[in-house]
């Protein structure tokens, strides 16, 4: 019988030596990880459509830079604002309830956007519901992302946490490399309005899957634990204390935002240089960069663990500096 998660080896001795090796079929096997692990992979799946479909609407309504600027700034307001809290908040909430609310209501705010793409509302109107839609789905992940890394040691025992974070890594960059073509076919025949209207049905269809996963709720602290913005504090000051943990926030806050300029140029450089058209070239060009991600994981993978720590940043960072610049020379 397949293995629901909560096996009666769960309260053996934390000196126990975990397994030595997981198979992908094995974990599979555990229905609560089978059902989470089903639900990220559609709405990942189409939450990349709608990450397509949002340059190319814009630009199809303005053809201005400055505004596919502004779409990807009304993303980056939201974790800028109110990521330090987010982490404190899903941490005192159950984290299945708050990634189900969460695909709720990231189903229906797709769902209002479909609907103002296909009104003929004024060009203003219709760009700052965008925006706010966008900062609105920005908040949600937010939420929804610190819950996801969570609640994985609720559905699995610990020797499978490896092995449950290779094949949700691994799933979601195939589900990049195959979802590109797919958006890109969807916009040339329908339009912006179909791909928001798929991302909705995925956030739905998880929603469903999520409703039926069991997790095992760790206990909570009382009612006398810290204010939500005096563990806010306590965590900055952690964080300021291990200069690596201070490299690495500062790099979570530089990385998204030229990771969110280099994407905004994407679009035009498509059209300008490569002369292809917004829906066939733009998807592209992110699904060659999604297989570069992909290869570049196996590779670390691989090799990672014979180079320092220090080198692999750099050769990263040196290696992506160089394909900016030979792509900005073609």
């Given at each position: ?14 000196e ?27 709405s ?21 830079l ?30 299945r ?44 992940r ?24 290779s ?107 490569l ?56």
């Open positions: 019988p397949a293995n629901d998660g909560f096996g009666a080896d769960e309260g053996a001795s934390p126990r030596p975990p397994a030595t090796f997981v198979s992908y079929r094995t974990l599979l096997q555990n229905r609560n990880f089978r059902l989470l692990w089903l639900g990220q992979a559609v990942t799946f189409g939450s990349l459509f709608t990450r397509i479909a949002i340059p190319i609407y814009v630009y199809n309504l303005t053809d201005s400055s505004q596919l600027g502004l779409a990807a700034f009304s993303s980056l307001v939201a974790p800028l604002c109110f990521g330090l809290f987010a982490g404190a908040l899903v941490d005192r909430w159950d984290r309830r708050t990634m189900l609310a969460v695909d709720i209501i990231s189903a229906a705010v797709l769902l209002i956007l479909m609907g103002l793409s296909l009104l003929e509302l004024s060009l203003p109107l219709k760009l700052a519901s965008l925006y706010a839609i966008n900062f609105v789905m920005a908040l949600l937010e939420l929804f992302n610190p819950a996801r890394v969570a609640i994985f040691p609720e559905v699995v025992k610990e020797e499978e946490l490896l092995t449950a974070n094949l949700d890594q691994a799933t979601t960059t195939f589900g990049e490399l195959l979802s590109y073509p797919i958006a890109g076919f969807a916009l040339f025949y329908f339009g912006a309005s179909i791909a928001f209207g798929i991302d909705a049905l995925t956030f739905l269809l998880s929603a469903v899957l999520l409703w039926g996963v069991r997790t095992r709720v760790a206990p909570r602290a009382s009612a006398e634990q810290s204010t939500l913005l005096q563990e806010v504090i306590a965590g900055l000051a952690v964080v300021r204390r291990l200069p690596t943990v201070w490299a690495i926030a500062v790099l979570s806050l530089l990385v998204p935002m030229l990771m969110s300029l280099h994407n905004t140029l994407q679009l035009p450089f498509v059209v300008d240089a002369r292809s058209t917004k829906e066939v070239g733009y998807p592209a060009i992110e699904g060659a960069m999604a297989l570069g991600f992909a290869l570049g994981m196996l590779l670390v993978g691989r090799w990672g663990p014979r180079i320092s720590r220090t080198a692999l940043r750099t050769i990263g960072s040196v290696g992506y500096g160089i394909g900016l610049v030979l792509q900005g020379v073609m």
